[in-house]
């Protein structure tokens, strides 16, 4: 009952609150089945000067994700080519222990990141995403730059998923049998249908789809520790041979100082686990459309720990275990893109003598592309939508259909997809590799947008008076000390990422497409503050009430039916509950 302590009557909360400004606006619309006493102002909407633009009629998203829909999306936006192609390059660049210590701390990383957001959105979950946070706790123009690099980000990564679709298809037909726009064409009509039916259809869709991500990957995992124990046909026994011989750690190529050089590889490789890892992030963005949004965020947060164990950590071990950095298999495989021949996976297995598995893997793959370019489409379209609704981008953008989609920023985000056709005129691998680079930066500087605004978030609950432990349904462990490591280190890895291209010759076009982003962030920042003399929130005067009232009626509803539904229960342990404590915590 703290938290709902804290929460009176819509009136008795404008009262005590401070007076705010312009900020007042970034306000968090979650159901409208409320009748809210609180009406404000928003001076960036032209729909009703009393009416918050995504609480207005026709600019509403629905609250239709359920908490398995939530928790399957959060896996699932991290699962993707990143693990089962990426590895290929980091493994045979920096070796088996290099590729162990960057994924773990990047995991960590990761782990923070998630955490700090799980504190702020099961506090108040925002439609808005991550500009509605920065913009309400931190600073309106950190709100827009954030949106706008995060925009950027799913608008470029949605059609680098397509080109990577029709690369995978390349593995069974040529591009001289059918040309790679065929199949960027079909994915991109089947996910914009997708996404077209509303987010409840979108949902279920992304559940099942990453249900068999789940299964793939575990299923992985679990024939490479057969083969690391002699399980496969060979009989052989490799345990951590190839950590012995070629070695743990591979040394970088154009370097002669070997203690340096196996620095270098180790260095280099901390970004393509970044790659590998970005989208843990984007289950942020579905909070405002879940039911019972404070028990399905604080669920999804508390297993992320867990995956990235089990599906990162496990998997890259097993990896280095079975294929050394220096296998010839691997090499060809690193000079390949997106399809099951570029997988480590699949080398393991080449080389344990089992038929047949790698056009399944391969088929695994393209489900993977498929679920990531539904889900990358579904992301950039709420983020346009959540800009809008904050008044940052012509109001256009938050009109919503009868379904609840924001139906003009959905035909936006897919006419950004038709990028993907420049695969037809130019060499696939070449485009994919190109928006590779651009999106790790982009992805870079929205976790350091989250941990700052996670900064002041703490500031402004500690000048409130609130105490985390008792008035919060979920709080992030080891903080602030997390949140500023996680900060560190991922600033270290975006001033650092492209270093190797001053090693032995300027590779300009990777110096570019590696840094672009970072001007873009600053300058919509910068140029936002200017334009609209925004100012930095005090932490006396962050918004911690606005709409409070309405999730803590939501939790108090959703623990009363639970508690009801114990008592049915009356101590036997039915199929809901035997799920919940079984498979449930992995899907």
Not at 333 to 342: I, L, P, Q, R, W
Not at 367 to 391: C, K, M, Q, V
Not at 445 to 450: A, E, F, G, Q, V
Request: glycine share 8%; net charge positive; proline share 4%.
């Amino acid at each position: 009952m703290g938290l709902l302590s804290r929460s009176s009557s819509s009136s008795d909360d404008l009262e005590k609150r401070p007076k705010f400004t312009k900020r007042d606006s970034q306000l968090s619309i979650h159901t409208q089945d409320y009748a809210l006493g609180i009406r404000k102002s928003n001076p960036y909407s032209n729909i009703d000067d009393l009416t918050p633009t995504a609480l207005a009629e026709g600019h509403q998203l629905k609250k239709d994700l359920k908490t398995r829909h939530i928790t399957m999306i959060a896996i699932g936006g991290a699962l993707g080519t990143g693990l089962l192609i990426g590895t290929t390059s980091a493994l045979a660049t920096a070796g088996p222990a290099s590729i162990l210590i960057a994924y773990s701390i990047v995991g960590l990383v990761v782990y923070f990141v998630m955490c700090c957001l799980g504190e702020m959105a099961s506090f108040i979950p925002l439609p808005e995403g991550f500009a509605g946070y920065a913009t309400r706790y931190c600073d309106e123009a950190l709100g827009f730059g954030v949106g706008i690099a995060y925009l950027c980000k799913y608008l470029i990564i949605a059609p680098n998923q397509l080109v990577a679709g029709s690369l995978v298809m390349q593995y069974w037909l040529s591009p001289a049998k059918v040309n790679p726009g065929v199949w960027i064409a079909i994915i991109l009509v089947i996910v914009i249908l997708i996404n077209l039916f509303g987010v409840k259809f979108f949902g279920e869709f992304e559940f099942w789809l990453s249900s068999l991500k789940v299964i793939t990957v575990l299923g992985l995992i679990i024939l490479l520790l057969c083969i690391m124990l002699g399980g496969s046909p060979t009989h052989d026994r490799i345990g951590f041979r190839y950590w012995q011989d070629p070695g743990a750690f591979a040394p970088y190529k154009k370097i002669d100082n070997k203690p340096l050089a196996k620095f270098v590889s180790f260095w280099s490789v901390m970004v393509t686990a970044v790659f590998a890892y970005l989208g843990t992030e984007l289950v942020g963005i579905t909070f405002g459309e879940a039911q019972n949004p404070r028990h399905t965020i604080k669920k999804a947060i508390r297993l992320t720990f867990y995956r990235i164990l089990i599906f990162y950590i496990c998997s890259v071990f097993l990896i280095g275990c079975c294929v050394a950095y220096n296998d010839p298999q691997l090499l060809a495989a690193k000079k390949s893109t997106a399809t099951a021949s570029a997988s480590p996976f699949v080398v393991a297995i080449k080389n344990a003598n089992i038929d047949g598995l790698p056009h399944v893997i391969n088929a695994c793959i393209l489900i993977f592309i498929f679920s990531a370019t539904n889900s990358d489409l579904y992301i950039a379209t709420r983020n346009l939508y959540g800009l809008s609704a904050n008044g940052m981008l012509p109001k256009i953008f938050s009109k919503t259909n009868k379904n609840g989609v924001p139906i003009y920023s959905l035909a936006f985000a897919a006419s950004f997809c038709l990028l993907a056709f420049m695969a037809c005129s130019s060499s696939s691998k070449e485009v994919f590799n190109y928006f590779v680079k651009v999106v790790s930066i982009l992805g870079l500087l929205t976790w350091i947008s989250i941990l700052v605004t996670y900064l002041y978030f703490l500031k402004a609950v500690k000048a409130q008076g609130y105490n985390r432990k008792r008035d919060f349904v979920y709080y992030a462990p080891l903080q602030p000390y997390g949140a500023w490591i996680a900060l560190f280190i991922c600033c270290l890895i975006a001033i650092t990422k492209n270093f190797t291209v001053f090693i032995h010759g300027f590779e300009y076009k990777s110096f570019i497409t590696g840094y672009i982003g970072i001007p873009i962030y600053l300058i919509a920042i910068f140029g936002w503050k200017i334009i609209k003399k925004t100012k930095t929130v005090k932490p006396e005067e962050a918004d911690l009430v606005t709409y409070k009232d309405v999730i803590d009626a939501e939790t108090e509803e959703f623990e009363r039916l639970e508690a009801e539904k114990v008592a049915e229960r009356n101590g036997k342990k039915d199929a809901s509950w035997w799920y919940d404590h079984s498979i449930g915590y992995v899907f």
